[in-house]
């Protein structure tokens, strides 16, 4: 063995312990419990609802609509910041938001969209209607599992950056940065929620029953893989996937 997969397969085995301790030290977290309400119109469009408390907050989940496209743009695709440790780390068009938004949008007006699942929700508070950030379970890497997305402005993080875009400074709706400490954990537990739901009622992912939801989050990506750990996923695997970059990343899953 070279001394690069010496140095490499110890940082797997490190960062696997790492995952492991914090887990096994919030293994007794209390999830917060979202209140789901899914409708179906009359013109067959799918409307969800969820809300949830948490640390004093309460958090409101709607399905996506095309008026969210500016503030899916402005606060996460074209920040350098929100976009650094999520995907491939490049930021995204107002096109190519565009674009990801009507495929999120079709989900809810489409029932016989393979995929099954409705799915993609702006994250807001309740109470002052803020937004806050975009989450979503689309198709996962296996049949029968759905992959967890979520992006969050840069402000609501739990330790937020000293820098933040101009944006912040200018937003006439000035935020308590620390206000929204945990909004990671409030979201990977709702989704978690809504997926059992969805399970119970029937919901398939291409066709195929809904067995577990999975994760990637880069190992530097502490509140990302902290809240899903608290949130009950557990440690697959480290690894490198390439069309991310050479990142270390934690495969994190949930059977349902």
Not at 36 to 43: R, V
Not at 91 to 112: C, E, G, M, Y
Not at 214 to 219: K, L, Y
Request: aromatic residues 8%; glycine residues 6%; proline residues 3%.
């Amino acid at each position: 063995m070279s001394t690069y997969e010496e140095d490499s397969s110890c940082c797997i085995e490190d960062a696997k312990a790492i995952f492991n301790r914090y887990a096994e030290a919030h293994k007794d977290f209390q999830a917060p419990q979202s209140h789901i309400d899914i409708e179906t119109e009359s013109d067959e469009t799918t409307k969800v609802h969820m809300e949830v408390q948490h640390n004093g907050i309460q958090y409101c989940f709607e399905s996506i609509k095309e008026k969210d496209i500016d503030d899916v743009y402005h606060y996460l695709n074209s920040q350098p910041l929100v976009r650094k440790k999520y995907g491939d780390g490049n930021t995204l068009s107002l096109a190519a938001t565009t674009a990801r938004v009507n495929t999120l949008v079709s989900r809810f007006r489409n029932k016989n969209s393979p995929l099954h699942l409705y799915s993609g929700f702006i994250v807001s508070d309740a109470q002052t209607e803020t937004f806050l950030g975009m989450v979503n379970l689309g198709s996962g890497p296996e049949p029968g599992t759905s992959e967890m997305a979520r992006l969050n402005r840069s402000e609501c993080w739990s330790h937020p950056p000293d820098v933040v875009s101009t944006y912040a400074i200018m937003d006439s709706n000035i935020m308590n940065r620390k206000a929204y400490s945990g909004i990671g954990t409030v979201e990977a537990c709702t989704l978690l929620q809504y997926a059992a739901r969805l399970k119970q009622e029937g919901y398939k992912v291409n066709y195929h029953p809904l067995t577990a939801v999975v994760a990637t989050a880069r190992v530097d990506n502490e509140g990302s893989w902290k809240s899903n750990a608290k949130a009950g996923m557990i440690l697959c695997d480290v690894d490198v996937f390439s069309s991310y970059g050479s990142h270390l990343r934690y495969q994190l899953r949930k059977n349902m």
